[in-house]
């Protein structure tokens, strides 16, 4: 018996012409950019589309602009590079990336992976997914693994069984976790059963994928509420998008929403210079300027981390608005969310004094501190 979800899964759009059932358009450049990076989008995801060109559309329906791209290379965090075998990233010492799954349940025309989402460029069967584990297996630092793709939660439950208590029988493998973007796009697929089956292998992590307060819905929030139940905790990871999320409001009444869910916001992501993406990009500075905007105006909770993926495979960079503005030999000058100057002391060095000359040291440094002005 096909199981629910999958069924589902069979309804989703995948050639342009599938778009002219609920808007009119001219479909016919869209088929030439689905030839280069294929389409599909599932029938919940498109249903919260509300109009052309409004934040989900951009999301998932092709765009002409894909192959005007004047600059994007197709791998653009040298992932292939830092492959030591088939569908593997081994990049930081403790811990490697599995891609474990071609496809996804709709796919983000903004992808990292854009150059093999939907396509059989590497054959992620059985065999090599025990290929990555036996080398996992060999690598003694390795603490965390992460399974991404296309999407893990797209593989049948069975073979996440599998292959989660073969990554948990590694006796070095500290922590697990999962990135999907399903709780977003296609929730129908988080069920209590596959919520038994992780809850199996704690410690387990989950990274879900929300980029717009839109795409929070009563199906979403069912989703994750089953993971958290589970006792899995969950993060977010939105990636900046122009014409998406590019907006301090915008981004302010995601995060809060992603709280009510027990939905922890982790990274906000720079776009990568993916080929075929640069509509979506937008300058760092706008970044900043929305976690600066989100900094003492919301709970902390809130509050993602801006990170740049370095181009290279340089690894994720955080990038933070400016609160340290110098760091002196007695003082730490700082500037508040309001934009006030405070000072903080420092602690003498080492040699300077002895430890019981320490606490009348400070008692003065702090008689002398100003308040923030």
């Not at 358009?25 to 599909?40: A, F, G, Q, W």
């Not at 030591?84 to 983000?108: I, K, Q, W």
């Not at 210079?273 to 300027?289: I, M, P, Q």
Request: aromatic fraction near 6%; charged fraction near 25%; include cysteine.
């Amino acid at each position: 018996m096909v199981e629910g979800w999958k069924r589902l899964l069979t309804q989703s759009i995948t050639r342009p012409e599938q778009i002219l059932d609920k808007f009119k358009i001219d479909v016919s450049s869209l088929k030439h950019v689905v030839e280069k990076y294929p389409m599909r989008i599932s029938k919940h995801y498109f249903d919260l589309i509300e109009k052309i060109d409004d934040p989900i559309w951009k999301q998932c329906i092709p765009s002409p602009l894909e192959l005007q791209d004047p600059s994007g290379v197709e791998d653009p965090l040298n992932e292939e590079e830092d492959s030591p075998v088939s569908g593997f990233v081994h990049r930081y010492p403790d811990r490697v990336l599995m891609c474990v799954s071609n496809t996804c349940a709709t796919y983000c025309r903004f992808c990292t992976r854009k150059r093999r989402v939907g396509k059989p460029v590497i054959n992620l069967n059985r065999n090599t997914l025990l290929e990555q584990i036996r080398y996992i297996d060999g690598k003694t630092a390795v603490r965390d693994v992460l399974l991404s793709g296309g999407d893990p939660l797209l593989l049948g439950d069975e073979m996440l069984d599998f292959l989660l208590k073969r990554l948990r029988a590694v006796s070095h493998v500290e922590i697990l976790r999962i990135g999907s973007r399903v709780p977003c796009t296609f929730p129908q697929r988080i069920t209590p059963r596959l919520c038994r089956i992780l809850k199996k292998y704690h410690p387990l992590y989950v990274n879900v994928h929300f980029n717009h307060p839109l795409e929070v819905t009563d199906e979403s929030e069912r989703a994750c509420g089953l993971l958290a139940d589970a006792g899995i905790p969950l993060g977010n990871q939105s990636v900046l998008l122009r014409g998406v999320n590019d907006d301090a409001e915008v981004m302010k009444d995601l995060v809060q929403k992603l709280l009510r869910m027990r939905v922890r916001p982790y990274y906000l992501f720079q776009m990568d210079l993916v080929k075929g993406t640069y509509h979506f990009r937008t300058r760092v500075e706008t970044g900043t300027k929305i976690v600066e905007s989100l900094v003492g105006h919301t709970s902390g909770l809130a509050v993602p981390r801006y990170v740049i993926d370095a181009p290279g495979g340089g690894g994720k960079i955080p990038v933070q608005p400016d609160y340290l503005l110098s760091i002196g030999e007695n003082t730490v000058v700082l500037r508040n969310y309001e934009g006030k100057i405070c000072t903080y002391p420092q602690i003498p060095l080492e040699t300077e004094l002895t430890p019981l000359e320490v606490p009348a040291y400070m008692d003065q440094r702090l008689q002398k501190i100003p308040k923030a002005r």
